[in-house]
């Protein structure tokens, strides 16, 4: 079944303590991305990469970091998270960049609080 | 900055009638995309818009694209209690680029 993962679904941690969620897809996907949404403000996009080694900033990238060392894996890193890192992360992937009707699929969601 | 605006924001409907729901945007862009959410659930796409003038439709939901007035709209057509859930629609400003930005959401509601 052509799916995106992550892990952990849910995670309550504390201020400055290093996490990393995972994101792992099995469609052979070039673009993946990580998106936050909290309320009233939408998804807002956090890092993208449109392949292996090639990794951009979105709309809100501080306090994050990402890697793409392989096709199918695009973990998120908060180095040292804080309470305004609280949100309910979303990763996605998509086949093609730069064209085409391909749709993007999500990743079922994690629900980090920082306290 | 590219800023993308829905509207309305909530809309609670009865069963049986029309709707649209607009999605404006502030720069040139050539790709649109709509998406569904349902509470405490992952985003499902649902259209995908490439060109002025695109009309998508799957079922009781429509959409199309504008590009020379950077509006989207979301058609609905005789609504039944199954489509309740947020709507956001997303675009893409830079061609290639993938960057997304989305709108804010419209939470809809359809009354039995």
């Known amino acids: 079944e052509a799916q995106v993962t992550q892990n952990p679904r849910y995670l309550i941690t504390v201020t400055g303590k290093k996490l990393t969620v995972t994101c792992s897809q099995n469609?052979?996907?070039?673009?993946m991305s990580w998106y936050r949404q909290d309320p009233g403000l939408g998804l807002r996009q956090i890092y993208y990469?449109?392949?292996?080694?090639?990794?951009d900033k979105g709309d809100v990238p501080e306090g994050y970091k990402v890697s793409r060392k392989e096709k199918r894996n695009f973990p998120l890193i908060l180095e040292s998270p804080s309470p305004n890192q609280t949100s309910l992360y979303f990763c996605?992937?998509?086949?093609?960049?730069?064209?085409?009707?391909?749709?993007?699929?999500f990743g079922p969601g994690t629900r980090l609080t920082v306290l | 900055e590219l800023k993308v605006e829905q509207n309305p924001l909530f809309l609670s409907m009865q069963e049986g009638k029309n709707y649209t729901i607009y999605c404006n945007y502030s720069?040139?862009?050539?790709?649109l995309y709509w998406y569904r959410q349902d509470p405490g659930k992952s985003l499902e796409s649902l259209f995908v818009?490439?060109?002025?003038?695109a009309v998508k439709q799957e079922g009781r939901l429509m959409a199309s694209l504008d590009t020379k007035a950077r509006l989207s709209t979301l058609h609905i057509t005789a609504a039944v209690h199954d489509l309740s859930a947020t709507y956001f629609c997303?675009?893409?400003?830079?061609?290639?680029?993938?960057?997304?930005?989305f709108g804010t959401g419209t939470r809809l509601t359809i009354i039995p």
């Open positions: 996605a992937s998509r086949l093609v960049h730069g064209g085409g009707t391909d749709t993007q699929y």
């Open positions: 469609m052979n996907h070039e673009y």
């Open positions: 990469s449109m392949n292996v080694e090639v990794t």
């Open positions: 720069t040139t862009s050539d790709r």
């Open positions: 818009l490439l060109s002025n003038g």
């Open positions: 997303a675009v893409d400003a830079n061609f290639g680029n993938e960057k997304l930005t």
